[in-house]
């Protein structure tokens, strides 16, 4: 009995740490190229919209995670388009895909208020499902569950092992060394920042298409911005976001399930809980100032305009 | 690439102040495109959404009342940015000032003398400055990043709305409505006449005006400035940081609660739980397009009210959802943050020339 409870408890942390997860890894690589997109949630509330829609008209989930990855990529090509083709202010500019996310997502979702689009399935690994205990944990998941996990691995090797992940990384250390190498540093950050766009649309669609049944308004509930948290919370190391995504994810639990049996403190405050856990997190995290700065890109958020 | 950048050297007048104009104009096209793509047509809803709302009286002072909040908050938010500090949680401070002020006329529901209601006002304004003032100090003693602290506590103060009205504050005469009782004849703002104007409508360009005086009149002022513009040359100059970034968030922060008691006080006359239609978001737009001045920031807040009332319009005549409103105003922003770029650049043609040193941009 109480294996069964603890089994549905890591099902449910895990379905709420996913979406800060992939929000959370595509933002890891974007910072990592030197470019800070706080766009996060607009992103992520696009994405949701454009995931939703496309699954209630053609009544296939995955074909709305498509579209969500399409959309997200397309929004942060405004951003790009905007902060490296025009050297627009990163923080500004992120800011207003936050604020055309909102409306966008009210907009194009007014219709579908309290209306389910088909939820994501389960994929049940064959064989390694009927493992008991682990089976239904981690093997009987939707495929986004999945993905989030192959995700964090992939990005690890990437930066770490790939030419192309050490190319990144010296576009965002030093963008003007990266230049004068031949790299062409808009370009790259160009990708990277579509990367963002891309995994911010999916977890989008992963809150429409899966972790809320029906339709509602700001469905992201802030969690663009707790992945951007999660980022420094990491300190750009990706195996760290996933510890952090699941500390956020227990949070997140906790106080659903403090809700849910009835304790004697009101629903709204612990409903902050994740909120105020990311502000005591980010205290706990930059205190040590030369920490943070020994692992940030050099260049983020900065402008780059080649002369020649 | 067509075109290229190339600098100009130093700051274009002419564009600081031409670029805003340019935005406008362009989401003012956008718009047309977007409602000939929902279905409506485009010249008459374009007409519907910022220009019927200005033909009437009380669509006039609908206005002023949008803006006032919208302007108090702006400049507040002006006054950080020039001091290069990221305060983005307007939200929470107003709201924050909202429920201390209206905590204490609540409290005090049969209140019978003048100074009451000033007494309520600065008590707004003390809420709304010690929400920012967590900010200010979590970023100084511990280097947290203000845009995600002022953020979380967006979110933070909005649950606290709710857990006060649904809870300890809701009125027991309510029929259950997640919503205070409404404040006595002492804790409200004064309205003008026979309009909805009130005294916030008329304090709200004041205080951007005082504000501008302290901007360029004061050695504070001067200060800000040349943190904002110029951090190092203010380090050599021996400026303190630290001072400078209480003072832009206090400041800030105070203005936003100010706005969010007011509003309580006055529009809405009682605490509910849909108190800011996102005001403080709105006022970063507000700050960006006047030029984080506050003569432009009073324009601007004039403008992105408008936008509230056209998405009113919009839903009422047109029958379209007023969620348009915040499409106008992420367009807005997003043309205004691209106009910018010809204020320290000029576009210069590229010629068809293979060029051997690929340029980068």
New interface residues.
Partial sequence: MTLFFVTSFIVSIMAASTPLLLAAAGELIVEKSGVLN?GVEGMMLIGAIAGFATAHATGNAYAGIIAAAMAGIAISL?FA??TL?????Q???G??????????A??LG?GYVGIAAPTLGKLAIPLLASIPVLGPVFFNQNILIYASFAIVIFISWFLRKTHAGLILRAVGDSHDAA?AMGY????IRYAATAFGGAMAGIAGAYLSLYYSPLWSQDLA??RG?IA??LV?FSAWRPFWLLAGAYLFGGITFLSLYLQGLGVPI?S??I??LP??G??IV??LI??D?RR?RLNQPACLGKY????? | MLFRLESRGNRSEFWTYASPVLAIVLTILTMGVIFGVMGAPPLASVETFLISPLLTASGLSALAVRAAPLIMIGIGLAFCYRANVWNIGGDGQFTLGALAGGGLALAFPNEAFWWFYPLVLVAGIAGGMAWAGIVAFLKLRFNANEILTSLMLVYTAQLMLVWLVTGPWRDPQGFGFPQSAQFGADATTPDFGTTSIHLGCLLAPLLALAIWQIMTRTVLGFQLRVVGQAPRAARYAGFSNATLTWVALLVSGGLSGLAGIIEVTGPIGQLTTGITPGYGFTAVIVAFLGRLHPVGIIFAGLLLALSYLGGDAAQISLNLPNAITGIFQGVLLFYLLGADVLILYRLRRTRHMPSTTEPAA
Avoid: C, D, E, K
């Fill in positions: 706080l405004i388009v905007l083709s025009l050297l627009a202010n923080i500004a500019t800011l207003a895909l936050t604020i055309f996310g909102h409306g966008f009210a907009l007014a230049h062409s540093v808009i370009a509930a802030g911005w951007l948290a420094v009101p709204p405050l409903s902050a909120y105020v990311t502000i980010l205290v930059s205190r100032s943070i780059f305009h080649a002369v020649t």
